[in-house]
T-cell receptor
Framework: GAGVSQSPSNKVTEKGKDVELRCDPI?????LYWYRQRLGQGLEFLIY????????KSGLPSDRFSAERTGESVSTLTIQRTQQEDSAVYLC???????????FGNGTRLTVT | SQQGEEDPQALSIQEGENATMNCSYK?????LQWYRQNSGRGLVHLILIRSNEREKHSGRLRVTLDTSKKSSSLLITASRAADTASYFCATDGNQFYFGTGTSLTVIP
């Protein structure tokens, strides 16, 4: 079956513009995660969705970042008024929940010029 | 704050040698997972070890877990050039905290 799909794979934007990143999780996966990875760094947790529960937004770095998920389907991560420090690979992962591994997409590489 | 920390940050070995990476974490866990990342893109799950397990094997991979020391190790035996990648540990919790990773280079 299809894996986690992220789009676009690459995005170049000008400082100050808004961007929207999309994640299509594996069908049936109730849990969905967003991470940010700066060049040569580890994964920085951003936000976690589990079913219809309120999302865990504790990792969002500022109010310029927001994310939505409709039910157990697609999620979008929005960054408003982008800054150069937002340049990174944004990774999405999904899982069936419980004690299960995460399935990652290939990420969106965001470059803010 | 992030939970896991891998050690060493970088490791370079000859093909055929064994590679050992370590992970330390801060709080109690239910399970710990290891992932591999190629080319700075998506991570691939390698192995999961539960808190009541001390050792687990999968092919050329061997993972140990010491909950008293809050540490885990990943051993890759008989390494191959294709094992060149970054390796991350992740501890459970709502957020699945990932460490900073070990960059492994296997020289043919």
């Amino acid at each position: 079956g299809a894996g986690v799909s992220q789009s676009p794979s690459n995005k170049v934007t000008e400082k100050g513009k808004d961007v929207e990143l999309r994640c299509d999780p594996i069908s049936g996966h109730t849990a969905l995660y967003w991470y940010r990875q700066r060049l040569g760094q580890g994964l920085e947790f951003l936000i976690y969705f589990q079913g219809n529960s309120a999302p865990d937004k504790s990792g969002l770095p500022s109010d310029r970042f927001s994310a939505e998920r409709t039910g157990e389907s697609v999620s979008t991560l929005t960054i408003q008024r982008t800054q150069q420090e937002d340049s990174a690979v944004y990774l999405c992962a999904s899982s069936p929940g419980g004690v299960s591994p995460l399935h990652f997409g290939n990420g969106t590489r965001l470059t803010v010029t | 704050s992030q939970q896991g920390e891998e050690d060493p940050q970088a490791l370079s070995i000859q093909e055929g040698e064994n590679a050992t990476m370590n992970c330390s974490y801060k709080t109690s866990i239910n399970n710990l997972q290891w992932y591999r990342q190629n080319s700075g893109r998506g991570l691939v799950h390698l192995i999961l070890i539960r808190s009541n397990e001390r050792e687990k094997h999968s092919g050329r991979l061997r993972v140990t877990l010491d909950t008293s020391k809050k540490s885990s190790s990943l051993l890759i035996t008989a390494s191959r050039a294709a094992d060149t990648a970054s390796y991350f540990c992740a501890t459970d919790g709502n957020q699945f905290y990932f460490g900073t990773g070990t960059s492994l280079t296997v020289i043919p």
